[in-house]
């Protein structure tokens, strides 16, 4: 017989899809949760850093940024910056803001702040925008503050702040500062006053902690990222820092990628998991139309006729809800930024990108393409008598096509998932560690079926049925075992990890951490320091060490400049980098190679490294290391390595030199307190007063920072996480809806010998209990590892859950599971012995 056409076989589809898509919708929900979340997460990364690259003026602050640390560049290197174009210089410091007056009750008289002086050029992209007026170059002795600086010291426009030896008046509040996301992560509000005013304060002493930054504009024409890298050859070795508009803000980009993609990946894992949902709903669907297809091929059709038909169907199901999916992800970013507000570094505008909404086009309908060509195999394949009799003795055929075109389809899948990453090898492992609990599950479900068959039958007929269930011919065990499994696998992933998030600083901050840490503290007043803090409190615990700010130049043989990409890990390379000196081995550091210099040592410089780092880097004792301090490149041969308690909360140097290296070099005192909550505002207060530009800092300011940090961390995880959950569902879902007319058969028979209603749920009720009780122990050890997995691998934090929330989360998601099991079985004992003997 000569086959059906397209069209035909079209007109048929659409007539079939006309009178309901019952068992298809699952299909629908499926794709369109796993595409809509993948094309939100993908537009939204795409948002934010694409405008971070398209405002790379306006957030670096110019074409060029050369940026130094405790120093300013010599007359003759301005000269020659601004020989290539205009120039803008800023310095900035962390320093204590004193209101100076009365105030708002309850405000603190000091608050920790980031200052910055100006030049009059600034800016030189973009606009400084203020609350009441517009910008203009300040006086001396005026300042502009952050908004909240203004609420934390309770002082308004007109009111007096000092810093140092000066004071300011308050000029206005600033509104908008167009280079805030280049300067990176703050410990306090910003406030701005000019370069004169900031030279009045009396903080830029030899060895303050400020850093200094060249902004260059250069002319029309002029390729930046060439010139950027011309400047940085002919400086190689004076330690200057640069960056150019297309990379403005390099950590902020770095953190939102991976970001991105760990979620992009999450959303990808509940797509593949929507899959299984994929396959059930499918398979339902077909079960359903089981009688049209039997007449079908009774009238003459063909194989392929079959396969046309239902694949126009699925596959018109599928394209729209994907394109449903992609209408939702490209329209939820805008709302996204809107409610996030200040979280983002950036508030982009709507925008299409194509690139993400492709790629989560193609992951839905491959993913729908490979769980739906095995069920369409056997619809095309089976014999009219075999379709017929698939409720009592279903046969499970795979043709030689069907399985070369999955293959096809999961190899087009996994090289777009690989192809798109930013790291290729997490992606594949994220994939594998998907495929192997899938796979593991897959086995479980085999595993109880094969031992539900061996049991000895139970005497109790309700638990006799029970068991029966889970081996039967058509039972869906092994698909129950993977919808109830994955479930509840989730469920304790995501409590394992919101309770791990939420314990770091908890549980990481000790009892006897410091309270306050105080900077920039003059090199020769380690003595009166000491004396001033004992007078406050006799109690007090002090650790003082030099602070110096160093930049890694070379490694072995490598010189950082040649690196395309740093090595992974080796964050020491990013930058600059805290630096000290010390004769004895620091507090919080045990050595783990090589040896420590003599007290008296008085040779070569050596170098001791923090061994985590070391490892990155691929260096051990003997290596030679160059950094550059105060735009003086120092070799030396590294000495020891050291593994650094970063739980202490105290001084942790990655890198510490032998003191005879660095001790002439200028540099301040960085000191940690420890004493009773209860005088540290008088500390605080008698350490001002006495070193007026030391900068005090309360640790829990910053444990409030990270913190929030994680805490929106956390909730990104939770929100992509319970798309996986809902996909989870979905699945189990499926699951019953593709055993719903074996069940229905089951039930109309148990009826017809008596049975009732509480004895039909019964039943179901002790195959669905001992299904979750044989996955509860397998749930949560693979929903512990791969929580494990995501605080310590991916996030390098401490594995801390909370146990007690976990095996709780897992008996509420075994609670839930069996209620939507129970709750898809309850429309089964409706059903009319009479009316479902006739249908079969």
């Given at each position: 017989?000569?086959?059906i056409?397209?069209?035909?076989a ?35 990364t ?36 601004r ?33 910055k ?22 006086p001396?002795?005026r300042?502009l ?57 009396g ?18 024409g002029?390729?930046?990222?060439a ?46 998991i ?21 007449t ?50 950036v ?40 379709i ?91 698909t ?10 989730l469920?304790?992933?995501?409590a ?31 003595a ?6 004992t007078?406050?409190t ?12 160093g930049?890694?130049v ?45 007290k ?5 410089p050596l ?23 105060l ?11 050291r593994?650094i ?14 003191p ?11 000191a940690?307190?420890t ?17 007026p530009?030391?900068?005090v ?33 979905a ?5 019953i ?13 148990l ?20 299904l ?69």
């Amino acid at each position: 017989m000569k086959p059906i056409s397209w069209a035909t076989a079209w007109r048929m589809a659409r007539r079939d899809l006309a009178s309901g898509f019952r068992g298809l919708r699952l299909l629908f929900l499926c794709l369109f949760l796993g595409v809509a979340t993948l094309a939100a997460i993908g537009s939204l990364t795409a948002a934010i850093t694409g405008e971070i690259s398209a405002r790379g003026q306006t957030i670096l602050g110019g074409d060029i940024e050369v940026a130094v640390t405790q120093r300013e560049l010599a007359d003759k290197d301005k000269a020659e910056l601004r020989a290539l174009g205009t120039l803008s210089e800023t310095i900035r410091m962390r320093a204590m803001a004193r209101r100076v007056g009365p105030g708002a009750a309850n405000a603190p008289e000091a608050v920790l702040t980031e200052l910055k002086g100006v030049d009059r050029p600034y800016p030189l992209y973009g606009g400084l925008t203020l609350e009441q007026g517009r910008y203009a170059p300040l006086p001396a002795d005026r300042i502009l503050i952050a908004p909240a600086l203004r609420d934390r010291l309770g002082v308004g426009i007109g009111g007096r702040l000092r810093y140092g030896e000066a004071e300011f008046i308050v000029a206005d509040v600033i509104a908008d500062e167009p280079d805030r996301v280049g300067e990176g992560f703050t410990l306090g509000p910003v406030a701005i006053v000019s370069l004169d005013g900031l030279r009045r304060t009396g903080l830029l002493q030899p060895g303050s902690l400020f850093e200094s930054k060249y902004r260059l504009r250069v002319p029309a024409g002029i390729d930046a990222h060439a010139l950027r890298e011309q400047i940085e050859q002919r400086h190689a070795a004076d330690g200057w820092l640069l960056k150019d508009r297309e990379r403005a803000a390099p950590g902020t980009n770095r953190f939102i990628e991976r970001m991105g993609q760990f979620l992009s990946l999450i959303g990808l894992t509940a797509l593949i998991i929507a899959g299984i949902g994929v396959s059930n709903g499918v398979a339902s669907y077909l079960g359903l139309r089981r009688n049209s297809l039997a007449t079908l091929k009774v009238l003459g059709a063909t194989s392929g006729d079959i396969e046309r038909i239902y694949l126009l169907q699925i596959g018109a199901v599928a394209l729209v809800a994907t394109l449903l999916g992609l209408v939702v992800g490209a329209l939820v970013p805008p709302l996204i930024v809107a409610l996030a507000g200040d979280v983002l570094p950036v508030q982009p505008g709507f925008r299409i990108h194509p690139l993400p909404l492709a790629t989560s086009a193609a992951y839905g309908l491959l993913v729908a393409l490979i769980f739906t060509l095995p069920h369409l195999s056997r619809a095309r394949t089976e014999p009219v008598a075999a379709i017929l009799r698939t409720i009592i003795d279903p046969v499970r055929t795979r043709d030689r096509r069907s399985l070369i075109l999955v293959g096809l389809a999961g190899t087009l899948l996994i090289a777009i998932v690989l192809a798109a990453a930013r790291e290729p090898l997490f992606a594949a492992a994220v994939l594998g560690a998907t495929a192997a609990i899938l796979i593991v599950l897959l086995l479980l479900g085999r595993a109880v079926a094969l031992i539900a068959r061996r049991m000895p039958r139970p005497p109790r007929p309700l638990l006799r049925l029970a068991l029966a269930n889970l081996h039967r011919p058509g039972a869906q065990t092994a698909t129950l075992v993977v919808a109830l499994g994955l479930a509840l696998t989730l469920f304790v992933t995501l409590a394992g990890i919101q309770t791990s998030l939420n314990a770091e600083i908890r549980n990481t901050v000790p009892r006897t951490a410091p309270n306050l840490f105080v900077l920039d503290l003059p090199s020769g007043q380690e003595a009166r320091f000491r004396a001033l803090v004992t007078q406050e409190t006799k109690d007090a615990q002090l650790n003082v060490v030099p602070s110096l700010r160093g930049r890694v130049v070379s490694y072995g043989d490598q010189r950082v400049v040649d690196l395309k990409e740093p090595p992974d890990n080796a964050w020491i390379l990013r930058g600059e980098r805290g630096i000290t000196y010390s004769a004895e081995v620091p507090e919080g550091s045990e050595l783990v190679a090589g040896q420590w210099w003599p007290k008296d040592y008085a040779g070569p410089p050596l170098l001791s490294v923090d061994e985590e780092q070391a490892k990155a880097l691929g260096i051990k004792p003997g290596d030679r290391m160059t950094v550059s301090v105060l735009g003086r490149e120092i070799e030396a041969r590294v000495a020891s390595l050291r593994r650094i308690n970063w739980e202490t909360m105290g001084f942790n140097y990655v890198l510490v030199f032998s003191p005879n290296a660095l001790a002439g070099a200028p540099h301040s005192l960085t000191a940690t307190i420890t004493l009773p909550a209860a005088r540290e505002s008088a500390v605080t207060r008698a350490l001002l007063d006495a070193f007026p530009g030391a900068s005090v800092i309360e640790i829990g300011e910053v444990v409030s920072q990270v913190s929030d940090i994680l805490d929106q961390m956390a909730a990104a995880i939770v929100v992509a996480g319970s798309i996986t959950i809902l996909a989870g569902i979905a699945v189990l879902v499926g699951a019953i809806a593709a055993s719903r007319q074996a069940r229905s058969y089951d039930s109309v028979i148990l009826k017809t010998l008596g049975a009732t209603r509480p004895q039909i749920l019964s039943m179901q009720l002790l195959e669905y209990g001992l299904l979750a009780a044989i996955l509860a122990l397998i749930a949560l050890a693979l929903g512990t590892t791969a929580a494990w997995y995501v605080i310590v691998q991916i996030f390098e934090f401490d594995w801390a859950p909370d146990w007690a929330v976990m095996i709780g989360t897992l008996a509420g998601g075994a609670i839930l599971t069996l209620g939507i099991g129970l709750a898809g079985s309850w429309p089964l004992l409706s059903v009319r012995p009479a009316s479902a003997l006739r249908q079969l």
